[in-house]
């Protein structure tokens, strides 16, 4: 039972590269999300998606995409990495209703920008 | 600017000893308040959550203490052991936007 599976798990770009961060869920979740954890700064919310077809801006989307691409799949891109975007992403599941409270999330991408 | 502010970013409690950390909001449609416990290397995992219409829920060691006037929140761990030794956040779910707002987080320790 995978639960919310994320690639790579590190990566190294330089400055002005592109790069996708890959989540995948087999648990039958209607909502995913995409945050990041920084030092100090906790987990910030870059997108969220509360079902499939739909995405919105969280606390912190400038220079961030993201794809549901289905039910199982959301996808995080960078269009041009910089410096201040090395950080830890983390993706999150959840359900519909009182379920979606309870998040699942993935062991992280630990992502540099030189 | 963090809608969930915790405090405090790090603690240090002696084995046996109570862990207290704080919690605060502003935002009236947050409905559900939830902890995460997160180890190195790892990402968070639910621990406990509390819904504003209780002023207290207890697991086991760990107890969620609300207070709704205040828009407080706090976590109690009771007999702290050194497994319990990780990074905890706070949390509140937008129920208007459907999404889950994290704290700043706090780093725990736990001395024998």
């Known amino acids: 039972n995978a639960g919310v599976t994320q690639t790579p798990k590190f990566q190294v770009l330089k400055t002005g590269q592109s790069m996708t961060l890959q989540c995948a869920q087999d648990?039958?979740?209607?909502?995913m999300y995409w945050y990041r954890q920084d030092p100090g700064m906790g987990l910030r919310l870059i997108y969220y998606?509360?079902?499939?077809?739909?995405?919105d801006k969280g606390e912190v989307p400038n220079g961030y995409n993201v794809s549901r691409l289905n039910k199982r799949e959301f996808s995080l891109r960078l269009e041009s990495a910089a410096p201040s975007q090395t950080s830890v992403y983390f993706c999150?599941?959840?359900?519909?209703?009182?379920?979606?409270?309870?998040?699942?999330f993935g062991s992280g991408t630990q992502l540099s920008v030189l | 600017q963090q809608q969930v502010k915790q405090s405090p970013q790090s603690l240090i409690v002696q084995k046996g000893g109570i862990s207290i950390i704080n919690c605060a909001y502003e935002?009236?449609?947050?409905?559900?308040f939830p902890w995460y416990q997160q180890f190195p290397g790892k990402g968070p995992a639910l621990l406990i959550a509390?819904?504003?219409?209780?002023s207290e829920k207890k697991e086991g060691r760990f107890t969620i203490s609300f207070n709704k006037s205040a828009k407080q929140f706090s976590l109690h761990i009771m007999d702290s052991q050194p497994g319990d030794s990780a990074t905890y956040f706070c949390?509140?779910?937008?129920?208007?936007?459907?999404?889950?707002?994290f704290g700043s987080g706090t780093r725990l320790s736990i001395r024998p």
């Open positions: 999150a599941s959840g359900g519909t209703g009182v379920s979606n409270e309870k998040l699942f």
């Open positions: 648990m039958n979740h209607n909502s």
């Open positions: 998606s509360a079902s499939e077809g739909t995405t």
């Open positions: 935002n009236t449609a947050f409905d559900y």
């Open positions: 509390i819904r504003p219409d209780v």
């Open positions: 949390a509140a779910r937008d129920s208007s936007a459907s999404k889950i707002i």
